[in-house]
């Protein structure tokens, strides 16, 4: 048995809005999968409330939610308005991934996005960012 944690990290990716762009997603997908991930992926189109609704549900480790479409700002808010509006608010990292400028990166942390991985972000690096976003939520 190897020194990794019998339980996979659980991921949710989720593309939220009108961006009809998921083929990096999808590759994301597939690199956290290769790494030993349970990655579930909730296709296009959803929205914030649909989103919250599955990760809760699945019991993740992480959401990671893939934005190509300039609306970060007042999804990921929208996305802990949510959180903040629930009794039991669920213990997930939350990460940005996809095209946001530098400038709001901060802007987004002080929301709580545990980390932002741009478009130019490689396979490598989201592996071991991820890896080190899902155990902060155990304590």
Same mark, same amino acid.
């Given at each position: 048995? *190897?020194?990794? *944690?019998?339980?996979?990290? &659980?991921?949710? =990716?989720? %593309?939220?809005? $009108? #961006?009809?762009? #998921? &083929?990096?997603? %999808?590759?994301?997908? &597939?690199? =956290? +999968?290769?790494?030993?991930?349970? @990655?579930?992926?909730t296709g296009l189109? +959803? *929205?914030?409330?649909? /989103?919250?609704?599955?990760?809760?549900?699945?019991? !993740?480790? !992480?959401?990671?939610? *893939? $934005? $190509?479409?300039?609306?970060?700002?007042?999804?990921?808010?929208?996305?802990?308005?949510? $959180?903040?509006?629930?009794?039991? &608010?669920? +213990?997930?990292?939350?990460?940005?991934?996809? @095209?946001?400028?530098?400038?709001?990166?901060?802007?987004l942390q002080k929301?709580?996005?545990?980390? /932002? =991985?741009?478009?130019?972000?490689?396979?490598? %690096?989201? !592996?071991?960012?991820?890896?080190?976003?899902?155990?902060?939520?155990?304590?």
């Amino acid at each position: 048995m *190897s020194d990794q *944690s019998a339980v996979p990290i &659980r991921i949710m =990716l989720a %593309k939220i809005g $009108l #961006d009809g762009h #998921d &083929r990096g997603v %999808k590759v994301v997908a &597939r690199t =956290l +999968r290769d790494a030993g991930m349970e @990655v579930i992926y909730t296709g296009l189109h +959803r *929205s914030p409330e649909q /989103v919250v609704e599955a990760a809760t549900q699945e019991d !993740v480790d !992480v959401l990671g939610v *893939s $934005l $190509l479409s300039g609306a970060h700002m007042p999804i990921f808010t929208k996305i802990f308005e949510i $959180l903040g509006a629930m009794e039991d &608010r669920p +213990r997930f990292a939350i990460v940005a991934g996809g @095209v946001m400028p530098d400038e709001d990166e901060l802007e987004l942390q002080k929301m709580g996005v545990a980390a /932002v =991985l741009g478009q130019d972000t490689t396979p490598e %690096k989201i !592996v071991e960012t991820i890896k080190e976003c899902a155990p902060e939520m155990a304590s």
